[in-house]
């Protein structure tokens, strides 16, 4: 079942020349934990607000478990949409304590199942023995516990984060990311979260949607979009690819490499096409004839890996770089490289 | 569908967005009724009055006018420059103590010196006997005069123009005036070449304010004897009996406001003063010696002997002779009534100011800032203008709904403390409002939306959220009202019900019969009351350092 849809959502701001979002979608399955990822300012918070009641779409329609709660000239406050959020400044209410704040949202329970809902989310989220201390007396990462299990008490079924890990320390952050994937995995939670951080996505989300100034570029799972992202921008946003021109032939692409032989079905409409090949998708083998060979003019050690340049000469045309990840331990002769892509790993971008 | 807006349809239903428009309305009614009369043609009592009363009106206005913006630049600009930019004996108490006067209201003020430099005065007779100073019939010169009345508003308001410069000056970031120097300019060349054309904003703000105190002033321009268009308003009422004359002149006077206002806007523009934040290094205060420090003494002890020390001395020195037969019970009924009645304004400013400023956050629109922007034009409004907008439909009301007198007048809210306190709703607005509003923005909004995502309406949010951690606002919001209250005098002597009395008023009169040292125990309860926010305020800063 669908817990949250988006359809076609506009969102203009009255003193802005261009709509913050333009006619976005996404479908959030049950207990599914979905990213909306993009850089600062491309109206992936307007989303979340606009989901959470806070703003008001232009157009378009969301639905709360099958249920519309904004659009067709109807809107329903936040109060009663049951959606919990995690705001990036957590604001915890200063003047209570943390007992206070978390059961601040329990008001509608007996007093008992307050306590008990309480005192579950308060074992869950790690904050036992805090109970009476005031936010300004907690830690960053205890306050963002503290902020998660507050809009997780009354128990709703759709939680919203707010780029949650950007103020926590780098050394803590895959901790919380564990803890908190855990938390909401464990309570049956349907989460949706805003980061502009692709570790985040990759380590937490279920389903990711890349967001381009207020406009969709691709929804999909971290590992498809990681290796086949749809344009030069989903692709360059997880990290660094070799974007390689290339015309269908029978043999294959036809690129300034030379042949790159496929066993890939390659959609046959296609004439032109830009190739995307991950630097780590490529196989180093001297011995073998089928092999580009370039010279290394790059080389450096990067801890885990190394990353070496090669510039491939094209007797045609303009030489091409190639930028490939290899074992650390990885030496080369007389700085030349013989690589080969790895089959399955050459992707076409299709919206380019 | 209709093809209105999901915004549009969640205003509709939104009970706030009602009642603020309703409020709003209301609390302009005045306004509009004043405004509507500046076409309606008059009777003969107006071209009367437009022929022989108008140019005096318009010409003391404007003299008052110039002459309290010099006199108010001069006094709070050098001020503001020298306790902002220099360290000399004194300047830590004057930091705070310049801003007293605005506790002394202009027409207190002004019949206490006029008894000050008067014939019969303790300080002449003591002059004149002493060391055989006599300078005719008054010291020094005739106070009661348009001079006179020029210098003792300046005195009153001139903290308004070193307030908001000074936090000007301060807020200014040493390298400029560093980058200054190294261009070889000298001390006073930085001043009038760097800081005060940049400071020009603020200064005319300041200036401004200073200037509305002066078109709503009544009490000091009648008892000097100067004809402004207030005491032209309450001439046509009280007089003439015309109200339509005492609306028209009202609407006259409302042109002077708006002309003013307009012109701050239009001198501020588009300029923006702001200072980067990152590069930001507070002005390190030069030392002055010698002459230079005594100097910056004398010019800051000037305005604050004149414009409070010597004055509140001196109401001091009557009370003393006097409170013995001036304070019994009629004065005790007195003080009631000026404290509950500023009591009871109070909380309903507050109310009114915290509910439309909650709407404005939780609802923002346009339109709903609008609204809050027309609750608020009151402020701008002579107390003697809003009296006389609320005046005309409320006699109205009166002769629709009212019960006959033994006059044979239909009397409903005329008169009433109802029509007293919704004036000073009027008035008054915006005082509450901006320093609740200035609180409230000091508040995370993700903490009401927290509160609201997690089921609270938005009453309770307001209730448990916003309200403890306002807290402080609405102290300072309510004291400022109160203390406007208490002293107004204009609004109040028009609408106040037969027989009542307040201290402002009861002081006012003591001293328009001649009874200078009676007024002082009454006058001397407003002043110290005043004093109040000040000196808490001081507090608050010094306590925070």
New interface residues.
Partial sequence: MNILELKNITKKF?EARDPAVYDFNLTVKRGEIVALLGESGCGKTTILRMI???E???RGEIYINGEIV????I?H?????????V???Y?L???KTVWENIT??L??LSADLATNNAEKIIELSGLKGLEKRYPHQLSGGQKQRVALA??MA?EPKLILFDEPFSNIDSFRKNQMREDIRNIIKNTDATAVFVTHDTRDVLSIADKVSVIKEGKHMQTDTPDKIYNNPVNVYVANFFGKTNFIKAKISKEGFKTPLGIIKTTDQIPAHLNEVLLSIRPEEFTINPESQDCFCGNIVKERFMGDYKELTCKVENPDGEDTEIIIHVSPTLNCRQHKCYFKPNDGKINILRDE | MPAISLQTHRQLVNPWIWLTLLSATIISLPLFVVFSNIIVPGNETWQHILKNLIPTYVLNTIYLMVGVALLTFLFGVSTAWLVSMYRFPGRKFFSWALFLPIALPAYISGFTWAGILDYTSPVYVFLRNTFGIDTGQYLFFNILSLPGAIIILSLAYYPYVYLISRAYFSRQTSSLFEVAASLGKKPFKIFYQVALPMARPAIVAGVSLALMEVLNDYGLVRYFGIDTFTTGIFTAWFAFSNPQSALKLSAYLMIFVLGLILLERFQRGQMRYDIDGSSYRPVKAVNLKNTHAVGAFVICSIPFLLGFLIPLIMLIYWGSLTYSYVVDYRFAELLANSFILAGIATAVVTVFALFIAYTVRSFPSRFVKLLSKVATLGYALPGAVVAIGILVPFIWIDGKIGTFTTTGVRIAITGTWFALVFAYLVRFMAVGYNSIDSGMEKISKSLDEASTSLGLSYFKTLRKINLPLLKGSLISAALLVFIDVLKELPLTLILRPFNFDTLAIRAFEFASDERVAEAAPAALIIVITGMIPVLLLNFLIERKN
């Avoid at chain 1, 904004?70 to 000239?73: I, Q």
């Avoid at chain 1, 406050?77 to 959020?85: L, M, N, S, T």
């Fill in positions: 009255p959470a009641g806070f008001l779409p232009t904004s659009g067709k000239g809107f406050e936040p109060q009663v949409r049951k959606v919990g959020i705001f990036q400044d604001a209410f200063p003047h601040f949202g008001f509608h507050r809009a009354p």
